[in-house]
């Protein structure tokens, strides 16, 4: 089970973490990520992390968004900074192994 937090309403040019924490060790979990999905829009792969530290952004938030996992934590991280009105939208991590498991989704608002 993963349980995302960290959403909220900010101005344009302000910064939200999210955090995704795990209800198991996400040690051996080979990759964990975000997703978003704006209203009217398709699910996008928003950033996503491998056990390894293999890291792939969306060119739209390259140089503005910064995953990390924590493994002692359990916990996966989407640190937004510089963030856009066209940020708005619900994210959902997940963490892929055999199967895709999501967590239940975060609301972000970026307006002034």
């Known amino acids: 089970q993963l349980q995302a937090s960290g959403g909220g309403l900010v101005q344009p040019g302000g910064s939200l973490r999210l955090s995704c924490a795990a209800s198991?060790?996400?040690?051996?979990?080979?990759?964990m990520g975000w997703y978003r999905q704006a209203p009217g829009k398709q699910r996008e792969l928003v950033a996503a992390?491998?056990?390894?530290?293999?890291?792939n952004y969306a060119d739209s938030v390259k140089g503005r968004f910064a995953i990390s996992r924590d493994n002692a934590k359990d916990t996966v991280y989407l640190q937004m900074n510089s963030l856009k009105p066209e940020d708005t939208a619900v994210y959902y991590c997940?963490?892929?192994?055999?199967?895709?498991?999501w967590g239940q989704g975060t609301q972000v608002t970026v307006s002034s």
């Open positions: 198991v060790s996400i040690f051996s979990i080979n990759t």
């Open positions: 992390i491998t056990k390894s530290g293999s890291i």
């Open positions: 997940y963490a892929r192994t055999a199967v895709v498991v």
